[in-house]
């Protein structure tokens, strides 16, 4: 086995620290992705990162599903999509994003999490590895894992709770049970915990120090990364992929979804199908009086964005109009 390590040690000869001082996750996303563009063979690059306010779901993953996408919406937040497979992640200022780029002839995930392990153990807290993707202190998750390979260029990633908000990760990603069948892959719910319940006066800087320590103690030693140093024209790019509605909701995920209730003029029963974030078929049912408006109604809603906005705009104009719009509202806040 030392024989290998000491192969492995001279197999790296490149090591590169970066630091992105931008909260957007359209950017940070398009960032990672341009530096697993660049990597190269031999090389490690450590990439830290912090999303304002964000939940970031898996490269499979139906956001509907996941979390309340119109609270979160509203309240200034962002859905985000990664690459790389795996659940739901909430994101704040309290927590800290770490990447592990490289090639996969030196792709390590053991040596990669002793960095985070190291880091830890330099501010007194004693963590492990738990299954493949997650980390733990004392059986409690404060860090989530996640893997894409592109060609040759690999990444690792995860996310470091800190102090973050834990009432805002409960709001926006615990959705209730709901007549929503979806081809998506769903999240499996952990319990989760902020580093700083073990070790109250850590914050998100203080980690970030530490970790830069651990990586040099690991992998020897960085060079440093400026993003302004890198193709501004290409980050862009990637930047408007990762915030554009196709990617966000336009993937081929397919779910169907059941808007029903009675009124005093008469019951509602909508149910679609939705894919590529569209209502491409649906059936709509009532014992209505008027049923030019219930066709009427079906009609306007076929092909329009699952979203409260376009929707309740595609109601047509009707008395009962306001209680229809009630009902897709209240679909999309549900308790």
């Known amino acids: 086995?030392?024989?290998?390590?000491?192969?492995?040690?001279?197999?790296?000869?490149?090591?590169?620290?970066?630091?992105?001082?931008?909260?957007?996750?359209?950017?940070?996303?398009?960032?990672?992705?341009?530096?697993?563009?660049?990597?190269?063979?031999?090389?490690?690059?450590?990439?830290?990162?912090?999303?304002?306010?964000?939940?970031?779901?898996?490269?499979?993953?139906?956001?509907?599903?996941e979390l309340k996408v119109e609270q979160l919406n509203k309240e200034e937040g962002h859905v985000a999509r990664r690459y790389s497979g795996g659940g739901a992640v909430f994101q704040d200022l309290g927590n800290l994003n770490f990447t592990f780029l490289v090639h996969e002839s030196v792709y390590d995930v053991d040596k990669q999490l002793s960095v985070i392990l190291k880091a830890l153990a330099k501010l007194g807290i004693h963590g492990e590895k738990n299954g493949r993707n997650d980390l733990t202190v004392e059986n409690r998750k404060f860090s989530g894992n996640a893997y894409y390979k592109k060609h040759q260029q690999c990444y690792h990633h995860g996310t470091l709770l800190v102090n973050a908000n834990m009432d805002d990760l409960s709001r926006y990603l615990n959705v209730s049970e709901e007549k929503l069948q979806s081809k998506g892959v769903a999240s499996v719910r952990s319990r989760v915990v902020n580093l700083c319940e073990f070790q109250p006066c850590l914050t998100v800087e203080k980690l970030k120090e530490k970790l830069v320590e651990a990586y040099m103690d690991v992998y020897g030693g960085y060079s440093l990364i400026e993003p302004k140093q890198l193709n501004q024209q290409r980050l862009d790019e990637l930047k408007a992929q990762f915030a554009s509605w196709d990617w966000l909701y336009g993937r081929n995920i397919q779910f169907d979804h059941q808007l029903k209730r009675r009124f005093s003029w008469g019951s509602v029963d909508l149910q679609l199908h939705v894919?590529?974030?569209?209502?491409?078929?649906?059936?709509?049912?009532?014992?209505?009086?008027?049923?030019?408006?219930?066709?009427?109604?079906?009609?306007?809603?076929?092909?329009?964005r699952y979203t409260e906005a376009d929707m309740c705009s595609a109601v047509p104009i009707h008395a009962a109009a306001d209680e229809v719009k009630e009902l897709i509202h209240d679909s999309f806040w549900r308790d």
């Open 275 to 304: 894919d590529k974030g569209l209502i491409q078929s649906l059936n709509c049912y009532s014992d209505a009086m008027d049923q030019d408006f219930i066709l009427a109604l079906k009609k306007q809603l076929l092909g329009c």
């Open 1 to 65: 086995m030392s024989r290998i390590c000491a192969i492995f040690g001279l197999m790296m000869n490149k090591c590169s620290l970066c630091f992105s001082d931008s909260y957007d996750p359209y950017y940070n996303l398009g960032l990672e992705a341009l530096l697993l563009e660049t990597v190269k063979e031999n090389e490690c690059i450590l990439y830290l990162w912090q999303n304002q306010r964000t939940v970031v779901i898996g490269r499979n993953q139906n956001a509907w599903q």
